[in-house]
């Protein structure tokens, strides 16, 4: 019995550890800055509030369903949902995909509710205005709530990361957020012609370059690293990588790889409706720079598994390529 228990002591230390705030700060940092940087909400600021409603990371809500900054449901809320006690019992909690969407609704329920509006009129490095400022618009019923707010900030220090401020047009002095993608600024741009691997949807929540190529979400691998190591990074599970990227299991890795985060779609782009194959190609390579499902690729050009392509030979991207007779 006691070789027992110890034997799940050790499971508990290595399964059950719970996440430090230093270990916290140091992975949700980058995100931060980069919300303030786009929002202008400070990133101390940010991190304190995300600390305090997630417990570090650990709470329930950020556990299961997400939630990094205890936001309810609200009328408009048409995602996922989680029910836990709070003020009331049973209430309505959002429930994200990842932790990056949590720390995205924060910024876009901060910059486009009216009660809110005032703090945007503060300095980003002013987090003592901004931590008053969020208990007067009624973000917590916390009291104290500023005031945790500035112990969290001065004990770890979170206010060095306003310093970087770099105030981006994508949202800044608007109400209403804006994505990363660029409207469109006349009808005959909206019709252009997209390139494959299109950058104009790019940013950085965990340190890595996330873009999109035909609307689907990618990474490009690093030296050293693997499918684990992405996925968790990502907060995504490693079956989801090889599914989306067509691989399989025992699929290894290389510097310099297109990594999709999303299934891909099952046609190109519109203007990439056929691709003139080139010396070295593959109907996989063509499914990844395309972001065309392998499947979905072949079918639409009448291969097999076993069919192989040439040099020369056209693949249609987006239409069932005609049979000949």
């Known amino acids: 019995m006691l070789l027992s228990g110890v034997f799940l002591m050790l499971l508990l230390n290595v399964f059950g550890q719970k996440m430090t705030p230093e270990a916290y700060i140091k992975k949700y940092k980058t995100v931060a800055i980069e919300e303030m940087n786009i929002y202008g909400i400070p990133a101390s600021i940010t991190l304190a509030q995300g600390c305090l409603e997630s417990n570090f990371g650990n ?24 029910y836990q006690d709070d003020d009331k019992k049973h209430e309505c909690f959002r429930h994200y995909k990842s932790a990056w969407e949590s720390f995205r609704d924060h910024s876009e329920f901060l910059k ?162 056929k691709y003139t194959v080139k010396q070295g190609d593959t109907s996989y390579n063509i499914s990844q720079k395309f972001a065309i499902n392998l499947k979905s690729l072949r079918k639409k050009n009448n291969l097999s598994e076993n069919d192989t392509i040439s040099e020369g030979d056209v693949l249609w991207l987006r239409k069932r390529k005609p049979v000949k007779k």
């Not at 901004?130 to 945790?148: C, E, F, I, N, V």
């Not at 990594?259 to 779609?265: E, G, V």
């Open 112 to 273: 486009t509710q009216k009660r809110y509006a005032f703090l945007f009129q503060y300095d980003v490095k002013d987090y003592k205005k901004w931590a008053y400022g969020l208990k007067k618009a009624g973000y917590a019923t916390s009291p104290t709530y500023p005031q945790r707010l500035i112990t969290v900030i001065e004990k770890y220090n979170l206010s060095q990361y306003d310093a970087g401020y770099k105030q981006n047009d994508v949202v800044a002095n608007n109400n209403k957020p804006e994505t990363h993608i660029k409207k469109p600024k006349n009808k005959r741009q909206k019709h252009r012609k997209h390139t494959a691997y299109d950058d104009n949807f790019s940013f950085n929540p965990f340190g890595r370059e996330v873009k999109t190529n035909n609307r689907v979400k990618y990474i490009i691998a690093k030296a050293n690293d693997s499918y684990y190591k992405i996925a968790e990074e990502m907060e995504m599970m490693k079956w989801e990588l090889f599914k989306y990227n067509n691989l399989p299991k025992d699929a290894t890795i290389t510097a310099g790889q297109i990594i999709y985060l999303q299934p891909k779609r099952h046609r190109a782009e519109r203007g990439q409706d």
């Open 59 to 82: 709470s329930t809500l950020a556990v299961k369903a997400n939630n990094h900054f205890g936001i309810k449901c609200h009328s408009s809320w048409t995602g996922k949902k989680i």
